[in-house]
């Protein structure tokens, strides 16, 4: 008897770890899956006249902070607030170049009527979530007289950002404002 509960236990725990390790990869997958969503529905924003044909509206300042980063200039598309669907960001990110705005990352924005929260940089556990990470929040609007009390999610899908495809700045040497 006590050899078979060994084995039903070892049977059991074999199982649990394969159910674990099969688990991994299907978030990373959609992750990626849902990565490749953005980054094929924005792909036509390169050019910023599809941008703005398709109702993003730039914004006067490229959000830039010393020892943070960039952020970039937000192009805003007000339909899409609330949005927790990859292939609407509510704004699209660019930065400056000789040749005209360079589309580097999109940001997903989800209004809230609750405070801002004492430290809003923080991820919200009980806030939306999407690309399988809490965003980060409720903070109160970064660009003037646009989005209000939100919580809100930062994706550099079009600029490699050394602190992760999810920091909300990038301080790579490559962008600035």
Not at 5 to 27: E, F, I, M
Not at 103 to 115: G, M, R
Not at 142 to 147: G, L
């Amino acid at each position: 008897m006590s050899h078979l509960l060994r084995r039903a236990a070892l049977a059991a725990a074999l199982s649990a770890a394969a159910l674990t390790v099969t688990s991994l990869p299907a978030t990373a997958s959609s992750t990626n899956s849902a990565l490749a969503k953005a980054r094929a529905a924005t792909a036509a924003f390169h050019d910023p006249a599809a941008a703005q044909a398709s109702g993003y509206l730039p914004t006067e300042h490229c959000v830039a902070v010393p020892g943070l980063g960039v952020m970039g200039q937000h192009w805003i598309n007000p339909r899409y607030f609330g949005s927790v669907d990859p292939t609407h960001p509510a704004v699209l990110l660019y930065v400056p170049t000789t040749d005209g705005p360079r589309l580097v990352a999109v940001e997903y924005i989800v209004p809230t009527s609750q405070p801002v929260a004492a430290n809003p940089e923080q991820i919200d556990p009980n806030g939306p979530k999407l690309f399988g990470q809490d965003l980060n929040g409720v903070m109160a609007e970064h660009v003037p007289n646009t989005t209000g009390n939100h919580w809100d999610l930062h994706v550099w899908i079009w600029a490699h950002n050394p602190d992760g495809v999810f920091s909300q700045f990038n301080l790579a040497p490559a962008l600035s404002c």
